[in-house]
């Protein structure tokens, strides 16, 4: 999900500098007294390690693909959302500058879709609310602060990956970059940051649960106790529980969320047919005659004003799985293209020298 | 898992080449910060039918690259990380605009063809400028620029201190991920027994880690504040670099210099 | 030099890591600190640097260790991390040399005095600006000690100096650590090493002192290492 500078204008990179900047400060200020100069090495060493762990494939059961960490969640629920947006600005900012992973212009912009939704919006929104929540209370301390742990981290991945891959969406899409229409970019993007967001919320909560169970001191806002009851259900069943609802939730929420633009577009595509029909109303109330003319017209204007953007809207899936599959071939004729120029560049060179 | 061992080998090239001297390496870094963000920026601007236009600023990275010794091939390596969103976006742009350009016999360049070239150029080329930012600068010397330019003290010692860690996580994860592996032949990745257990052993070692590194810090008077290298001040060669560029730059913005060359021997 | 007086130390009550501790430890002298693991080694230098608060008199050059006197303490008394990784935290061994000295307010100009003079005296100025990720184990291990002589400590506190080093870079630690004037006191596992670089050794059991004396003395006791979980040090083992 990392943007390239390439994707953004000027402008949309600015904009999202701007944003990134005054979350930065306002989490300094937070942070800024001697008590939380002890995080500091804590935040270092945490994000240093999400960094290497994000490098380790996750074999998915029943799949041949891997699924990798997210970063936002665990370090908002181990640190803090201030401190874990910092280090994720830090993690996204080495990535920049030494992986060439997105680029330093959209670093603020990455910054933004990944750390400001995964640790603000994930933490405010779905960590606090949840751990604070009476959910699962009759499980017993430990089995309560797990499921809830899962839940949250899920959830939250679920969430945040959904608005970030919007975001991206967005971005590109007001830096006029793209020429795929939005509605079929956002049908592309959320459904896949579905799927990855699953995964990592199960990555992220299982790596918690583990914490959580060692020093339940360290993750945020969790149950501290005795040792509660065994809990009833293993951590694995519980896993595939929720993995099913969240399935099911998070596709009712990318669904919302690729719908909403159609009903933006609706909405203009109303207002317009409101107007015409104000307009015919006139025509009849004059010429009463003429109004058939006017509704030909009128027909006429309309097929040629929406005829393709409709067309679009009615074929959704299909034209999405044609631009899809055509992006992937394209894709992967561009992959192959571009190793043949690589390597022939390669073996010219080490002919020369 | 191959991603680690790469990611170890990328990091000491980029530091042995930062380590390296030439007349870019002795560049204040904020001049050389400021020339990468002015060139990126001036980039990206471009409009995206501008192709001829945009390969003119294809000179600053080729020259600078011979400047400061390194070979250009290097940074195409980490197009992998940038061509993929650039490339999904980029590519599908042939087939939504058709509007004709130019008819290369019976051929026709269409719009979209020329945006997406114009975007994978964009791509490369800002990739290619921050490459040389980072394979010419040491991150010591990025976060004292950092300093100087007022970003907050707490985001920037952080950064510091995280670079220095990678290096240790990465092989601290490197290997677990080794013994894992040995005893798990013919598993491609973590299984989801181990999913929490791996990495979660690890943070908690980290946080043994962190406080044995804050005791360490206290005990050398560790009050918040970081000290870099004096580097060499703000010179005269640094703002002839950043001026001479940034008019070029601008300049090439403003005229598309490749057509004006071309004019000269087309007519 | 050093005073410890009826000090303890615990984490839980019932289980005391230092347990009532009384010794002393004159100017110049070096001293091997040796015991089983969990005897309270690491306790005793933490407690010393103010790390840890236990109950007691602890005194480093007649001021006594408190909450007023822990800066002015940590700049009399050095300490060498048993992990290199986590004493040097800066990207380059120059910026962990300059770290400590110009926290302790020394002028950038002293404290580049200073960088030059410890480093050409270990021998190690081709270090200087090296990356602290890349440079090997026994390097590591050496900067580390660097980084502590530059603040010109009069005490200096080792944890395990000698570990997962080849023996070549062992053997450089240990002649660097013979060299050093400073007032001494070395953790470790590694009898050989106590008996080439200290004079005296304390020898602890569950946090109480089972033996002080003269090293050769202690390191020859057979029976005494044996009881606190010890062997003879192979120099003293007879080859079968």
Redesign the interface.
Same mark, same amino acid.
């Given at each position: 999900?990392?943007? /390239?500078? /390439?994707?953004?204008?000027?402008a949309v /990179?600015a904009t999202m500098y701007a944003a990134t900047a005054v979350t930065?400060?306002t989490s300094?200020k937070t942070?800024?007294n001697?008590e939380n100069?002890?995080k500091?090495?804590?935040?270092?060493?945490?994000?240093?390690?999400v960094?290497? !762990?994000q490098?380790?494939?996750?074999?998915?059961?029943g799949t041949?693909s891997?699924g990798h960490?997210c970063g936002g969640m665990m370090l908002s629920a181990?640190l803090g959302p201030q401190a874990g947006f910092?280090?994720m600005?830090?993690?996204l900012?080495?990535q920049?500058?030494?992986?060439?992973?997105?680029?330093?212009?959209a670093l603020g912009a990455n910054c933004w879709n990944m750390a400001f939704y995964g640790c603000f919006v994930g933490y405010y929104l779905l960590w606090k609310p949840i751990m604070g929540s009476k959910l699962f209370a009759k499980l017993g301390t430990k089995a309560t602060g797990r499921a809830k742990i899962i839940l949250a981290c899920v959830l939250g991945c679920v969430v945040t990956l959904q608005l970030g891959a919007f975001s @991206?969406v967005l971005e590109?899409t007001v830096s !006029?970059?793209?020429?795929?229409?939005f509605q079929a970019?956002v049908g592309i993007m959320q459904p896949i940051h579905l799927a990855i967001g699953l995964v990592e919320g199960?990555?992220t909560?299982? @790596?918690?649960?583990? @914490?959580y169970e060692?020093?339940p001191e360290?993750v945020m806002d969790a149950p501290i106790g005795e040792a509660g009851l065994p809990s009833k259900c293993s951590?694995?069943t519980t896993?595939i529980i929720l993995a099913v609802v969240v399935a099911i939730v998070g596709g009712g929420l990318s669904l919302a969320a690729s719908s909403n633009p159609d009903g933006l577009e609706w909405s203009m595509f109303g207002n317009t047919e409101a107007g015409y029909s104000e307009n015919m109303g006139l025509d009849e109330e004059h010429y009463g005659l003429s109004s058939g003319a006017a509704e030909i017209a009128g027909s006429i204007q309309e097929k040629t004003a929406f005829l393709p953007d409709y067309a679009f809207v009615n074929s959704e899936s299909a034209a999405g799985t044609t631009?899809s599959g055509?992006?992937g071939s394209?894709?992967v004729g !561009?992959?192959a293209a571009?190793i043949c120029v690589?390597g022939g560049?390669?073996r010219r060179?080490k002919a020369t020298v | 898992?191959d991603?680690?061992p790469q990611?170890q080998s990328?990091?000491?090239e980029?530091?042995t080449l930062a380590?390296a001297d030439s007349p870019v390496h002795r560049l204040h870094p904020i001049c050389k910060l400021s020339v990468?963000?002015l060139y990126?920026?001036i980039?990206?601007?471009f409009p995206?039918y501008d192709l001829s236009g945009l390969t003119a600023m294809v000179l600053y990275p080729v020259i600078a690259y011979q400047m400061a010794g390194i070979p250009i091939?290097l940074?195409?390596r980490?197009?992998r990380?940038?061509?993929?969103?650039?490339?999904?976006?980029?590519?599908?742009?042939p087939?939504?605009?058709h509007t004709p350009f130019v008819t290369l016999g019976s051929f026709t360049v269409t719009g979209?063809i020329i945006?997406m070239l114009t975007?994978?150029f964009?791509?490369c080329f800002?990739?290619m400028?921050?490459?040389l930012?980072?394979a010419t600068t040491?991150?010591?010397s990025?976060c004292a620029a950092l300093r100087k330019l007022h970003v907050?003290e707490?985001?920037v010692?952080?950064?510091?201190?995280?670079?220095?860690?990678?290096?240790?996580?990465?092989e601290?994860?490197g290997i677990m991920?080794q013994s894992y592996r040995l005893r798990s032949p013919g598993?491609?990745?973590?299984?989801?027994?181990a999913?929490?257990?791996?990495?979660?052993?690890?943070?908690?070692r980290?946080?043994d880690?962190?406080?044995?590194?804050?005791?360490?810090?206290?005990?050398?008077?560790?009050?918040?504040?970081?000290?870099?290298?004096?580097g060499s001040p703000f010179g005269f060669g640094d703002a002839v670099f950043l001026l001479g560029w940034g008019i070029a730059f601008l300049c090439a913005r403003r005229w598309n210099l490749p057509a004006v060359a071309g004019s000269i021997f087309v007519r | 030099m050093i005073q410890f007086k009826n000090v303890s130390f615990s984490y839980a009550p019932e289980h005391p890591v230092v347990e009532n501790l009384s010794f002393s430890i004159q100017a110049g002298e070096s001293v091997g600190l040796i015991g089983a693991n969990g005897a309270g080694k690491s306790t005793i230098m933490?407690l010393m640097?103010g790390?840890l608060q236990g109950t007691g008199e602890i005194s480093v050059g007649n001021i006594p260790v408190n909450r007023q006197n822990l800066?002015e303490i %940590?700049?009399k008394?050095?300490?060498v991390?048993q992990?290199s990784?986590?004493?040097m935290?800066?990207?380059?061994v120059?910026?962990d040399m300059?770290?400590?000295p %110009?926290?302790?307010g020394l002028s950038?100009e002293e404290t580049e005095r200073r960088v030059d003079k410890v480093l050409s005296r270990l021998g190690l100025m081709e270090l200087k600006?090296r990356?602290?990720?890349?440079i090997s184990g026994g390097e590591k291990r050496m900067a580390a000690i660097a980084?502590i002589l530059a603040?010109e400590p009069e005490v200096i506190l080792m944890d395990e100096p000698s570990t997962a080093l080849d023996p070549v870079n062992r053997r450089t630690v240990i002649n660097t650590i013979r060299t050093l004037p400073q007032t001494k006191l070395i953790a470790s596992h590694d009898l050989d090493m106590i008996l080439d670089t200290c004079q005296r050794v304390i020898l602890l059991s569950h946090g109480n002192i089972a033996a002080d004396g003269d090293t050769k003395d202690i390191l020859r006791n057979q029976s005494l290492l044996e009881k606190h979980r010890m062997e003879l040090p192979l120099c003293f083992q007879r080859r079968v």
């Open positions: 999900m990392h943007m /390239a500078d /390439a994707l953004l204008s000027p /990179a930065v400060g300094v942070l800024r001697d100069l002890a500091l090495p804590t935040m270092a060493v945490t994000s240093a390690l960094f290497a !762990g490098m380790i494939n996750y074999t998915i059961p041949g891997s960490l181990l910092l280090s600005v830090v993690i900012t080495i920049s500058l030494f992986f060439a992973d997105g680029g330093l212009l @991206v590109t !006029g970059i793209s020429e795929l229409p970019f199960l990555i909560s299982a @790596v918690l649960v583990f @914490v060692a020093r360290l951590l694995k896993l631009v055509l992006v394209v894709l !561009g992959a571009l690589l560049f390669f060179r | 898992m991603k680690l990611a990328e990091l000491r980029m530091d380590a990468t963000l990126i920026v980039v990206v601007s995206k091939r940074c195409f980490k197009l990380y940038v061509l993929p969103l650039v490339c999904a976006v980029g590519l599908v742009n087939f939504l605009d979209g945006s975007l994978l964009k791509g800002s990739l400028a921050s490459f930012l980072i040491s991150i010591d990025i907050p707490l985001l010692t952080l950064l510091l201190l995280t670079y220095r860690y990678i290096g240790v996580m990465l601290e994860v991920s598993q491609k990745g973590i299984h989801i027994s999913w929490g257990s791996f990495l979660g052993q690890l943070l908690l980290s946080m880690r962190a406080q044995e590194l804050y005791s360490s810090m206290l005990l050398r008077g560790f009050r918040g504040e970081f000290f870099y290298a004096q | 933490k640097l790390l800066s %940590r700049k008394v050095g300490f991390l992990d990784d986590n004493q935290f800066m990207p380059t120059y910026q300059i770290f400590g %110009r926290n302790y950038p600006f990356h602290n990720h890349k980084t603040m």
